[in-house]
């Protein structure tokens, strides 16, 4: 079964291609993902990278976890899943957006 990892602090320079590229020492990556904010098109600094067997995640890890890439010295560790977050825009009040009295 195939291992997600959760890469933190990442350059605002690393693109998917230099995280793939980085993260192959280990062992055979399937996927490399720098997460991206939708209103700028900036890094968020965080990433994922997946590999085609545990082992080769686990050694990923051992490899670059507080281990420096681009200038940036990287958290790397096992991705947790999304947890659920309560729907945005529900603060209550009334339709206009005021208090209501």
């Not at 890094?43 to 051992?62: L, M, P, W």
């Not at 958290?75 to 947890?83: F, G, L, Q, S, T």
């Amino acid at each position: 079964m195939a291992k997600k990892l959760y890469v933190g602090s990442l350059s605002y320079s690393t693109n998917d291609g230099s995280l793939k590229d980085a993260f192959s020492q280990a062992g055979e990556v399937t996927s490399a993902q720098v997460i991206m904010d939708k209103m700028t098109g900036r890094s968020k600094g965080f990433g994922f990278v997946e590999f085609a067997n545990d082992s080769d995640a686990d050694k990923a890890i051992e490899m670059w976890n507080g281990k420096e890439l681009d200038g940036r010295k990287l958290i790397v560790n096992v991705a947790r899943p999304m947890e659920p977050r309560a729907p945005r825009g529900e603060m209550g009040g009334s339709s206009r957006g005021g208090r209501t009295w």
